[in-house]
């Protein structure tokens, strides 16, 4: 089971992070944060190989979002700056590419 937690509303370039808690250490497994605006299909954000030495974002936010895993609080995080209002969508973390957390609302706008 993964428990999401920390989205919200936030002005453009403010910043938001997301927090996803497993039962279990996260580390050793594929590490991902997904999202899915209105009208549109879900979309890769940002994962983290298994070990943690490889990541992968997508374009649109590179240099905004950082994805990391902390074993010692079974946590996956997403730590969120300089948000556009583009960026609002549900947010959803993945893990092991099988569990899915509950989804988090980030609403970007003045």
């Known amino acids: 089971q993964l428990v999401e937690s920390g989205g919200g509303w936030v002005q453009p370039g403010g910043s938001l992070k997301l927090s996803c808690t497993a039962s279990?250490?996260?580390?050793?497994?594929?590490m991902a944060w997904y999202r899915q605006a209105p009208g549109k299909q879900r979309e890769l954000v940002a994962r983290m190989l298994p070990g943690g030495e490889r990541t992968y974002y997508l374009d649109a936010v590179k240099g905004r979002l950082t994805i990391s895993g902390d074993d010692d609080e079974n946590t996956i995080y997403l730590q969120m700056n300089h948000l556009l209002p583009e960026d609002t969508a549900v947010y959803y973390c993945?893990?092991?590419?099988?569990?899915w957390g509950q989804g988090t609302q980030v609403t970007v706008s003045p």
């Open positions: 279990q250490s996260v580390s050793i497994y594929h």
């Open positions: 993945n893990l092991g590419l099988r569990y």
